[in-house]
């Protein structure tokens, strides 16, 4: 422990404060709770619930007064409908033990508390209780080790075992709130540092979680979990090469680790390496009996790693194997829908239905069904179904989700007030002058994994990924905990010196190697990139940047219709993808004024209608001959990681020209939202 060099980040905002009101019936409870007045803690919990109190806490402490009152069957059934409500809580399960130990059932009452311990391994009380119950039933190891566990946490500052398990139960404010206080207090502690970057890593506040990380195993070198987090950060982070890197250094000592060689190969598929990827996962699943879920999501991985590659039957295959091994494992099913190419049948429909249907199902199991029916259904061109699906699998996920379109809009802004012609005219000399990076932006569904493809059929580009770099740097320019509405980011970019942008793109350039082979131009295709042209310029004045775009009501609705494996969070409601359309035309008719020819225009539709004049416009544009195998994009093997893989494995598509027409009548909200957009994404821009 030494005194903190830096105050640890804060991840919560002040206005994620607990409602006073309720905490202040909480406290009510504990008190009762502390001086073992359960009737008086009965009454006061009945009467907040009564009232409309719905924290789960409260029903935790009803529950707890009702077995210390000698009402174990009442607190049975209270305890079980919490668990329905609240499946991620500890508290309940723990309470569950207690009750079948009064019961004097052992068996149940250790099934309950392991599945405590599942969900939060710091609660020493029922260590204790494990380490009798399994003295009792015989099972010696067991108890030693219990007891073990038991005195491990003891050794612990009593502040971080409370936070530990407050994160463990989702209660990441209060987890946050008494690490950083006790950083605050006590000063750097490995355990309390891990924990806040866990924290931050729970919040997707990765960078912050990463420099914690960092610190830990700088420090202490053989804190094997913390080097597993990092690895996991960096996973997260797109940093792959980094990740294998410490990934490596954890099997050196633990070569057998199944859980590592997990990750190791999951490094591997970011890296684009899928058949050795695919060969380290079927290792895994082949020298070990794992667990069903664990087991499934293997199988769901060596799947992915087919579909990328081309290979869909033995995709499909693995995907099958998945749900064999997982019945309900909806992320199986809609991958198997995702192929675009693959039809569910009469059987696989009904079964969808039915586990949809399941009340304890999960809510991302429930999420990927609702998916998955909508394009079994818009298959069999039962539209009316199909939108029912979508619209609740949309809901589901919209309510789940943290998007805000105002921050998206306040970037829309600043980039507008920030980059004028006068602030690139004052900078022309900056940046590389290569055209190495050929950037594809726009939006999802737009039609950039087509040009992707194209390109990438040409001799001399090479097709990569959808880099993460140029949005990760943008992170990086937000600075250390970041004012989400006041931020630094574009702002600062008049700030920087020449040199930095320089910098930046010999970095950019060192760290997309891993992705190339050699060939002159290489492809980024992160579509959200189009909110950062301007940083882009200034690194690299001279690269190619091609916007692909679609018509709005086909790129909306085609965005709604897909889950996204992750990001793209403005995909979810109606609303939000409309707001999102119109302020990425807005901030695309800002580029063209203040870089006139800087970025090219390629429509989807036009590329569909006429494939040679398109691909010679493009060719033209980044500077390469034409060669007749652009035109056959669709013979050209490599790996493809988005929705539409198969898609551009085919001759050109045109089904999604007109697709949205099937569900017109329950589109007019969209048509409303967007308003002028309909029309103004092919009006020229007045330079």
């Given amino acids: 422990m030494s005194e903190s060099v830096n105050p640890p980040p804060s991840f919560i905002s002040t206005s994620d404060l607990p409602d006073p009101t309720t905490e202040a019936r909480i406290e009510i409870l504990r ?149 950083r206080d006790f950083i605050l207090r006590e000063g750097d502690h490995f355990e309390a540092m891990r924990l806040l970057a866990r924290i931050g890593v729970a919040l997707e506040i990765y960078d912050d979680a990463e420099i914690l990380l960092r610190e830990v195993v700088k420090r202490v070198p053989d804190y094997h979990a913390a080097r597993q987090d990092l690895a996991c950060v960096l996973l997260d982070r797109h940093k792959y090469i980094e990740a294998k890197r410490e990934l490596d250094q954890l099997l050196k000592g633990f070569p057998e680790n199944k859980h590592y060689q997990t990750l190791l190969a999951s490094a591997v598929v970011g890296l684009g390496q899928h058949r050795e990827a695919i060969e380290l996962y079927k290792t895994i699943i082949a020298h070990e009996d794992k667990e069903p879920k664990a087991k499934a999501e293997i199988e769901l991985s060596i799947a992915h790693s087919y579909k990328t590659i081309g290979e869909t039957d033995q995709a499909i295959h693995y995907y099958h194997q998945a749900i064999a091994s997982q019945p309900n494992f909806g992320d199986a099913y809609w991958s198997l829908a995702n192929l675009k190419t693959y039809r569910f049948s009469d059987a696989d429909l009904s079964a969808m239905e039915a586990k949809a249907a399941l009340i304890d199902l999960n809510a991302e199991d429930r999420i990927n069904l609702e998916f998955a029916l909508a394009k079994a259904y818009e298959d069999r061109k039962t539209f009316a179904s199909a939108w029912q699906h979508y619209e609740k699998g949309n809901q589901l996920k919209r309510a789940a989700s943290r998007y805000r379109p105002d921050l998206i809009e306040l970037n829309t802004a600043n980039q507008k007030q920030v980059c004028t012609r006068e602030f690139f005219a004052a900078r022309q000399n900056y940046g590389l002058k290569i055209k190495t990076p050929i950037f594809i932006l726009g939006l999802p569904r737009s039609g950039s994994t087509l040009l992707e493809q194209i390109l990438a059929s040409h001799s001399q580009v090479e097709g990569t990924l959808e880099l993460a770099d140029i949005p990760r740097l943008a992170i990086e320019l937000q600075g250390y905990n970041p004012d989400l509405n006041n931020p630094r980011y574009p702002k600062v970019l008049s700030d920087l010196p020449a040199e930095f942008f320089a910098e930046q793109a010999n970095r950019y350039l060192k760290e997309t190697e891993v992705y190339r082979t050699g060939k002159f131009h290489f492809i980024d295709k992160m579509p959200n990139n189009f909110r950062h042209i301007g940083l882009i310029h200034l690194m690299f004045p001279e690269a190619p940047i091609i916007d692909a775009r679609r018509e709005p009501m086909a790129c909306c609705f085609g965005n709604f219709k897909q889950l996204f494996a992750r990001g793209q969070e403005f995909t979810y409601s109606i609303d939000d993808i409309a707001r999102y359309y119109r302020t990425y035309l807005e901030l695309m008719e800002h580029w063209d004024r203040v870089l006139p020819g800087r970025v090219l225009r390629v429509h989807h539709e036009d590329v569909v209608n006429d494939l040679e004049g398109s691909v010679r416009r493009l060719l033209a544009y980044c500077g390469l001959e034409f060669e007749p195998a652009c035109l056959e994009f669709y013979r050209t093997e490599r790996s493809v990681r988005t929705a539409s893989s198969e898609q551009v494995r085919q001759p050109i598509y045109r089904d999604g020209l007109t697709q949205w027409q099937n569900f017109e009548q329950w589109l007019d909200p969209l048509k409303v939202k967007l308003g002028d957009a309909l029309t103004r994404y092919r009006a020229p821009v007045d330079v």
């Fill in 31 to 179: 008190e009762h709770l502390r001086v073992n007045q359960f009737s008086q803690l009965f009454n006061s919990a009945q009467e907040f619930l009564n009232e409309g109190f719905t924290d789960r806490r409260i029903k935790y402490y009803f529950s707890l007064a009702l077995r210390n009152l000698g009402r174990i069957d009442e607190a049975i059934n209270a305890l079980n409908e919490l668990v329905r409500t609240e499946p991620r809580y500890s508290r309940p399960y723990q309470e569950l033990g207690h009750c079948y130990v009064a019961k004097r059932d052992a068996v149940a009452a250790i099934a309950h508390y392991r599945k405590a311990l599942e969900i939060n391994p710091a609660l020493p009380a029922v260590w204790d209780q494990l380490a009798g119950l399994y003295k009792i039933v015989g099972q010696v190891a067991l108890s030693q080790d219990a007891a073990r566990q038991a005195h491990a946490i003891r050794q612990m500052p009593d502040a971080i075992v409370i936070a530990t398990g407050a994160f463990a139960d989702g209660d990441l404010k209060l987890a946050e709130r008494l690490t």
